[in-house]
């Protein structure tokens, strides 16, 4: 599985972000897909997932302000974060799941996902 993140920067605290993960062919088709971040000094968290059945779950944190969706036919995964604030602040990384069918099973990050290479986003206040 082959993931490639982009759309990261620097906004200012209240703006927006569109990041875009381009997955190799039938990944979002079949796999649990996922967004995580690591901010410095912090252990990655599962931020945003959707299965293939278009269900999704979020991180309190972000509940009402992140939006995750994929487009099969351009084999992509989206994050659309809104009302970003400070804490937003961190490296975001796409991930796949190929374990449970497309069903999102587990939010844990382990060497069981996949993983792209990320994208910084940062926020100022």
């Known amino acids: 599985v082959l993931l490639v993140e982009s759309g990261g920067g620097s906004v200012q605290a209240g703006g927006s972000l569109r990041l875009s993960c381009a997955a190799s062919e039938y990944t979002t088709m079949r796999y649990c897909m996922g967004w995580f971040r690591q901010a410095p000094g912090k252990e990655r968290e599962g931020v945003a997932f959707i299965a293939t059945n278009g269900g999704t779950g979020y991180v309190d944190s972000v509940k009402g302000r992140f939006t995750i969706a994929q487009d099969n036919a351009k084999n992509t995964l989206y994050l659309q974060m809104n009302t970003l604030k400070p804490e937003d602040t961190a490296v975001y990384y796409c991930?796949?799941?190929?374990?449970?069918?497309?069903?999102?099973?587990?939010?844990?990050?382990?060497?069981?996902?996949?993983w792209g290479q990320g994208t910084q986003v940062t926020v100022s206040s």
């Open positions: 991930a796949a799941d190929a374990r449970f069918g497309g069903v999102c099973s587990s939010h844990r990050p382990s060497d069981l996902w996949s």
